[in-house]
T-cell receptor
Framework: DAGVIQSPRHEVTEMGQEVTLRCKPISGHNSLFWYRQTMMRGLELLIY????????DSGMPEDRFSAKMPNASFSTLKIQPSEPRDSAVYFCASSWARGSSDTEAFFGQGTRLTVV | AQKITQTQPGMFVQEKEAVTLDCTYD???????LFWYKQPSSGEMIFLIY??????QNATEGRYSLNFQKARKSANLVISASQLGDSAMYFC??????????????FGKGITLSVRP
């Protein structure tokens, strides 16, 4: 398996523009997580999905952020409009979980977003 | 309230020596999993070791072992025979397994480890 695939790896955009980050989880995994990492705030969980359904989006900073998972093999995180304070590394991770059993979360390489 | 607490400042260890990285957690869920990840300067997140709340023995993976003290709610990572390549940020994480739902994976703030030659 190729692992969790994120695109793009780097994104530089101007304030006010829409940004879409993409993630392909590992085949067979049923949990998907979006994290944001900054020096100041560390690794923050933004939202996670189980079986394509959003379970907890309490970490999404504000309405400018939205995430979708239309099927088991694809998810997007969208920021519209983007602001300089959104600059961070965004990670997607996936795992398998069922009842009291689960695997570790496998992380993508991350998308480094810079909003100027 | 913080679920995962990693309070150590930057840690230093001499090459070939052992080092312990501390992690305490907070949960009322009887079933949970604890994870440690390594993030080198290149940025990727690398899974190291896992401990289930019902596991009778402490987890071990090569040079990594987890000192799990359930009553104290601590899950410290022990790295034996440190190598220069162990220099990285280390994150402790927890996944609670509330009945009927798969819960989120929450990370601590991380600890920076530097291995001296």
């Amino acid at each position: 398996d190729a692992g969790v695939i994120q695109s793009p790896r780097h994104e530089v955009t101007e304030m006010g523009q829409e940004v879409t980050l993409r993630c392909k989880p590992i085949s067979g995994h049923n949990s998907l997580f979006w994290y944001r990492q900054t020096m100041m705030r560390g690794l923050e969980l933004l939202i996670y999905f189980n079986n394509n359904v959003p379970i907890d989006d309490s970490g999404m900073p504000e309405d400018r952020f939205s995430a979708k998972m239309p099927n088991a093999s694809f998810s997007t995180l969208k920021i519209q409009p983007s602001e300089p304070r959104d600059s961070a590394v965004y990670f997607c991770a996936s795992s398998w979980a069922r009842g009291s059993s689960d695997t570790e979360a496998f992380f993508g390489q991350g998308t480094r977003l810079t909003v100027v | 309230a913080q679920k995962i607490t990693q309070t150590q400042p930057g840690m230093f260890v001499q090459e070939k020596e052992a080092v312990t990285l501390d992690c305490t957690y907070d949960t009322s869920d009887p079933s949970y999993g604890l994870f440690w990840y390594k993030q080198p300067s290149s940025g990727e997140m690398i899974f190291l070791i896992y401990q289930g709340s019902y596991d009778q023995q402490n987890a071990t993976e090569g040079r990594y072992s987890l000192n799990f003290q359930k009553a104290r709610k601590s899950a410290n990572l022990v790295i034996s025979a440190s190598q220069l390549g162990d220099s990285a940020m280390y994150f402790c994480a927890m996944r609670e397994r509330r009945s009927g739902a798969n819960s989120k994976l929450t990370f601590g703030k991380g600890i920076t480890l530097s291995v001296r030659p």
